[in-house]
Structure formats: C-alpha cells, structure tokens
C-alpha cells in the first residue's frame, strides 16, 4: 500500500499563472517532506522541504503548505514559468533518512 | 565532475550475465542509497549505506548485492537478474543518513534492461 501518493499525474497551466500540487500520506511517523523536480534523463532535483513542526515553508516562487492533520501537503509554484515544466515528486522521511516517493505530478506550463 | 555520477548511463544484459553499475558522489557526503523505478512506479529505496556501513536493505533479492567501499563510491552488482528487474536505478548522496533532516542528492540514473 501507497504511503505517499499523488493523486494528479499530470497538471496543464497557463505561464504566469499558480501551479498547486498535492500530495497525501498515511504514516504519521513522517517528519520531513520533500519536493524534488525532475527533468527527462536527468536525477530529481531537490527543490524545497518542510519539517513537520511547521506548516508552511517559503522559497522564491515556490512555498510548500503542510496540513499534518489532514497528512496533506501541497507545492505551490507562482508565477509558474515555462521551464517550470518537469516531474515533481513528493518524498517523505522516516527514520534513517529513509525517503518514500509519491508517483509524481507532470507538469506542463504552457507559454 | 561535480555532483553524484553513474556510470553506464544505460545498460543491456542477458539473464545470465553479471555486471555492475558504479556511482560517484563528489559532495563529501557520508551516506549514500540505491533507489529502482520501475515503469509506472514511484521510486523506491533498495539499500541505505552511512559511513560505509549498511544500514537500510528494503527487502532487496539477493541478485542485487551492493558494495561501498568507501564513502564516495557505491556499486550495485547485479547477476542472474529477471526482466521485470529492467528499471530506471538511481543512486544518491546525503550528508548523513541518521538524525537530521539531509537532502538526498540524485545522480542521473542507469536506465538498465534484462532481455
């Protein structure tokens, strides 16, 4: 069973516009969340985390938004920006700096 | 180089043979990991090494044995694999891989294929 999901494959937007990506869990026991980017043939990219003892972490044009009452955690991308346009995983970490994935969110932002 | 590296970038072999994939990390890190994606699948950890010692095997068949001889440098031997083994295999770096909260750094990945 999925620990970490995300339920959107993909996400089509216009440029200049907010990209919001969403991401679910179900084991409690996670205390790090991390968004990671990833373009065709290369690695995921790190891009922004959050530690559970907060809701809400800030980065440029992009700010991650967690709900840990919810287990929800979101990326919001603003202004979106055509090369904006990869993959984003969601990551989870457990003890040992064990990371669990989500399925990632394709996004395409459009000129 | 800069960053974590791994090397072949892509790799075919037969159910028979034995090969190894290699990765590099030149961040001074001390905790390195072994991660497959599968078609369709989210990445998933394999093995976990910090200070060169194991400390994560996620279930892993034995026809995958890793081997981190130091630090820097994280191999994957691979032998008598099956074709659903063909994945994308990514290795990655941290500073650390107990207590705080280390980004993990991704190399490009093998693209790796069983026929």
């Known amino acids: 069973d999925q620990q970490v999901k995300q339920n959107s494959p993909s996400l089509s937007v216009q440029e200049g516009r907010i990209s919001i990506l969403n991401c679910d869990y179900t084991n409690s026991m996670f205390d790090y969340f991390l968004w990671y980017k990833k373009y065709p043939a290369e690695g995921p990219t790190f891009l922004i985390s959050?530690?559970?003892?907060?809701d809400k972490n800030e980065d440029g044009r992009f700010t991650v938004f967690l709900n840990k009452s919810a287990k929800h955690l979101s990326l919001h991308i603003v202004p979106s920006q055509p090369g904006d346009s990869a993959v984003y995983f969601c990551?989870?970490?457990?003890?040992?700096?064990?990371?669990?994935f989500g399925g990632g969110t394709r996004v395409l932002v459009k000129p | 180089e800069t960053g974590v590296t791994q090397t072949p970038r892509h790799l075919v072999m037969g159910m028979t043979n034995k090969k190894s994939l290699k990765c590099e990390q030149h961040l001074g890190h001390n905790a390195m990991y072994w991660y497959k994606q599968s078609a369709k699948k989210p990445l998933e950890l394999m093995f976990v090494y910090n200070f060169k010692e194991q400390t994560e095997n996620n279930s892993v068949p034995s026809r995958f044995s890793p081997e981190c001889p130091n630090s820097s440098h994280l191999f994957l031997h691979l032998h008598t694999l099956q074709p659903e083994d063909s994945a994308l295999y990514l290795c990655?770096?941290?500073?650390?891989?107990?207590?705080?909260?280390?980004?993990?750094?991704f190399g490009p990945g093998t693209r790796l294929t069983v026929t």
């Open positions: 959050i530690s559970s003892i907060k």
């Open positions: 990655a770096s941290s500073q650390d891989a107990s207590g705080g909260a280390y980004e993990q750094y």
């Open positions: 990551a989870a970490r457990a003890a040992g700096n064990k990371l669990t």
